[in-house]
Nanobody, 116 residues
Framework: QVQLVESGGGLVQAGGSLRLSCAAS????????MYWFRQPPGKEREFVAA????????SYADSVKGRFTISRDNAKKMVYLQMNSLKAEDTAVYYC?????????WGQGTQVTVSS
């Protein structure tokens, strides 16, 4: 069983930055594919970013490319999402997801609100 806890959300002005963190449990964290998703108000959950088990490969949604950076620290069992140049449309609940052996595990989410 994998447990994920997100933190770092909050209220920020447009153009500002936030860093989200996701703390994971599990003895084999370094084998998990890790993702960030988000769910804007009234919309479906959407992919934001992904990172390979080693951190050597990342991918991003077009809407955040060049502004957001996903990273991980396997020794600390942590995944991060650095968000820069935030826009009002980045307002959402942000979720961390771990994928292992075809099973998905989700955190409870953290709210990010960007004021324009």
């Amino acid at each position: 069983q994998v447990q994920l806890v997100e933190s770092g959300g909050g209220l920020v002005q447009a153009g500002g930055s936030l860093r989200l963190s996701c703390a994971a449990s599990g003895r084999t964290f370094s084998t998990y594919l890790m993702y960030w998703f988000r769910q804007p108000p009234g919309k479906e959950r959407e992919f934001v970013a992904a990172i390979s088990w080693s951190g050597g490969s990342t991918s991003y949604a077009d809407s955040v490319k060049g502004r957001f950076t996903i990273s991980r620290d396997n020794a600390k069992k942590m995944v991060y999402l650095q968000m820069n140049s935030l826009k009002a449309e980045d307002t959402a609940v942000y979720y961390c997801k771990a994928q292992q052996g075809g099973t998905d595990y989700w955190g409870q989410g953290t709210q990010v609100t960007v004021s324009s």
